[in-house]
C-alpha cells in the first residue's frame, strides 16, 4: 500500500497540488500536516507510523517535506528499513524499492552532507583570516568604549534604574547586562 504525506507550513497554504500529486502517484490515503518542518512532532507524522505496514511504501511530493536535515531525512530511511517500508520521493525520482533508488538517495545524502562540510570549512577559514587581521567576528557594540564605561557605572553606582540607564544611553536591558558580563569576565 502506498500511503502519501504532505506538508504545508503556512495554514493558509493549499496542499491541494501535493494532495493531487500523491493520489496520481497511486497513493491510498495521503495524510497532511500544517506545520514547519522543523517542528519535530508532526500529528500528521505521528498517523502515517501508525499507518505504514510492511513491504508498504511512504511517498513524499518532495523530500523537504519529510525531513529539513540530511539527519532528520537519514533517520526516517532509518526507522522505514528497519520495518521494511519503501520511500519515494516524486519529485527528485527517488524509490528506495530499487537499488538505484536506494542509491541515489545515498549519494544525494553524501552530496548535502559534503556541501554543509565545506561550508562550514570556508567559515572557519574566512573567520580565522579575519582574527590575524584584528577583527572580531559577531555584531558591532551598540555604544562605543566611553559610552560603555559610563553605562557600567551608572549600573555599578545604583543611583539609577537600570530602565533609566538604557533609556538615557539608547540601548536595551540585555544588552546592558551583556556588557555587566562582559566587564565581570575582564575583571577575573
Known amino acids: 500500500m502506498k500511503i502519501g504525506y504532505a506538508r504545508v507550513f503556512i495554514l493558509d497554504q493549499n496542499p491541494d497540488m501535493q494532495r493531487d500529486e500523491l493520489e496520481k502517484a497511486g497513493c491510498e490515503e495521503v495524510i497532511v ?6 517542528v519535530a ?3 500528521g507524522l505521528e498517523k ?3 499507518l505504514l505496514r510492511k513491504r508498504d ?4 511530493w518532495r523530500l523537504d517535506r ?6 532528520d531525512l537519514s533517520e526516517w530511511v532509518q526507522w522505514l528499513e528497519g ?3 519503501a520511500l519515494q520521493s516524486l519529485k527528485e525520482a527517488i524509490d528506495t524499492t530499487t537499488p538505484t533508488g536506494k542509491l541515489t538517495f545515498h549519494l544525494f545524502g553524501a552530496l548535502a552532507q559534503f556541501e554543509r562540510d565545506l561550508i562550514r570549512e570556508r567559515t572557519q577559514a574566512g ?3 579575519a582574527r590575524a587581521r584584528g577583527r572580531s567576528g559577531g555584531r558591532r557594540k551598540a555604544l562605543d568604549p566611553d559610552k560603555r564605561t559610563l553605562a557600567l557605572d551608572l549600573y555599578r553606582k545604583k543611583e539609577m534604574s537600570v530602565s533609566k540607564i538604557c533609556e538615557v544611553m539608547g540601548i536595551s536591558k540585555p544588552t546592558l547586562y551583556s556588557y555587566v558580563r562582559e566587564s565581570q569576565k575582564t575583571a577575573d
Open 127 to 129: 573567520l580565522e583570516a
Open 33 to 38: 500536516d500544517r506545520v514547519s518542518g522543523t
Open 41 to 43: 512532532s508532526r500529528p
Open 57 to 60: 511504501t511512504l511517498v513524499v
Open 83 to 85: 520495518r521494511d517500508v
Open 48 to 50: 502515517v507510523k501508525g
Open 66 to 71: 519529510l525531513g529539513r536535515s540530511l539527519r
